[in-house]
Structure formats: structure tokens, C-alpha cells
């Protein structure tokens, strides 16, 4: 019967292979305050320097935005319409922005307001008209062949309705204030005319002055009557 042998060595061999391994001994602790090595990390540059670009490209669009605000510039125009010969107030202006690369005849600024306000139209003013140095004055011209006559009156010697600049009206002659009858040879004919200026009243007396334009060759009489308050107005169609 056969049986195995068993040398020496082999026993040995064997007797390690079925000793457990020796036990580690764990790591002591870092103690407090030690430095630990920071983890290096891969960076994506590509990353970064879009996120740079955007952040430039931002503020660029933001300061060219911030410089057009800043740099336009208040140019007034009339809220309203203004026709022409009435007197420009406080409450006809408004202002629009106009970019500072665009130029404009108009009046522009905050100082500009009060060269504005108190003048005539010179022309008709449709609302949102830009105002120039052209489209406003001091004094309406005279047409040629006419004059410029001021007339004093009454409520009753004049229509219960607002009167503006350019509409047309006739001048009549009244009674004298003795209560006399004028004579029908001497009774001199209307007079077509044509309101140059808004109509102003005053609030004390109640008396409203109209200027008209009328013809030069009845402008004396015209001043005369009106100075003695024998005339009267109402308004026409086309003279």
C-alpha cells in the first residue's frame, strides 16, 4: 500500500500558509492643525476664459447702454395744438429724447423752457410739432395792405364764444353812446377783419382786447369807433 511522504520542509512550508496574516496597525490621526495636502484638480480653461469673455461682453452692452441714456438729449415739442398767434404756456410743452448723433433746429435743453414759454405761434402748431426758432416770435407780422388794430370790448359787443387767431370776423358800427342814431348817409360799412391774436380779457374789468388785422384804408376809423366804443364784432365765413 502506497503512502505519501512528507518531507520536513513541506511540514514547514504548510504550517506558514495556514498562519492568518499579521495585523496592520492603523494609521495614527493627523493631528489638529496639521497641514493636509490640498487635492490637485484638473481646471478646464476653455471653461474659465468663455466665463471671462461673457462677463466682458456684459458689462460692454451695459456701459453702452448707460452712455445712450446719458447723452440724449430733451427737445421740446408741443402737448398740443397751437394755432398761430396764440400764446405759448407752460402746459402746451412737452419733450421728446433725441439721440445725440441726430440734429435738430428745435429748441433742446432745460434752459430752453423759458425762451419758449410766453412767445407766439408763428404758424399753426400741430400737436407734436417740433418748436423752432422759425415756427415762433414776439409779434405776428403784418400782412401787406393790412393793420394791426386793437379793439376794446365788452361781452356784449362780441359773440358768447371763444375767439382764437386766424378766425375771421366783422367789425359793425354801433349807436353812439349819447343814445343818438348815426345817419344812414354817414353810417360807415362793416369792416371784414381777421383775429390776429388770441383774445385776451382782464379779470377786474371784464373788458376783452382783441387784435385784429383789417384793411389799411379803415384801420383810422376802425381805431376811432373802437376807442369810443361804438363798434361791435361777430363772426363771418371766409372775407
Known amino acids: 500500500m502506497a503512502t505519501d511522504t512528507v518531507t520536513p520542509g513541506t511540514k514547514r512550508r504548510r504550517r506558514q500558509q495556514a498562519q492568518p496574516a499579521p495585523l496592520q496597525p492603523n494609521p495614527a490621526p493627523a493631528a489638529a492643525g496639521a497641514a493636509v495636502a490640498p487635492v ?4 478646464s ?5 468663455g466665463a ?6 456684459g458689462g460692454l452692452v451695459s456701459l453702452f447702454l448707460w452712455t445712450g441714456t446719458q447723452h440724449t438729449t430733451e427737445v421740446w415739442v408741443v402737448s398740443k395744438t397751437v394755432d ?3 400764446a405759448i404756456t407752460a402746459q402746451d410743452l412737452a419733450v421728446i429724447q433725441v439721440a445725440p448723433n441726430q440734429r435738430t433746429a428745435g429748441f433742446a435743453g432745460p434752459e430752453a423752457r423759458n425762451q419758449i414759454i410766453g412767445k407766439l405761434a408763428a404758424v399753426d402748431l400741430p400737436q407734436g ?7 415762433i416770435t414776439r409779434t405776428l407780422p403784418v400782412p401787406d395792405g393790412k393793420s394791426l388794430v386793437g379793439i376794446a370790448l365788452k361781452a356784449t359787443q362780441m359773440p358768447a364764444y371763444s375767439l382764437h387767431a386766424g378766425d375771421k370776423v366783422v367789425i359793425a358800427p354801433v349807436a353812439q353812446q349819447n343814445g343818438g342814431a348815426l345817419d344812414p348817409a354817414k353810417q360807415p360799412n362793416d369792416v371784414n377783419a381777421t383775429i390776429a391774436t388770441d383774445p385776451k380779457t382782464d379779470s377786474t374789468s371784464g373788458i376783452t382786447i382783441v387784435n385784429v388785422y383789417v384793411s389799411a384804408s379803415s384801420a383810422s376809423d376802425v381805431a376811432g369807433r373802437s376807442a369810443a366804443g361804438q363798434v361791435t364784432i361777430y363772426l363771418a365765413g371766409d372775407n
Open 84 to 86: 398761430r398767434g396764440q
Open 52 to 57: 471671462i469673455a461673457a462677463i466682458i461682453v
Open 45 to 49: 480653461w476653455g471653461y474659465g476664459a
Open 129 to 135: 410739432s417740433l418748436i423752432t426758432r422759425d415756427s
Open 40 to 43: 490637485r484638480t484638473r481646471r
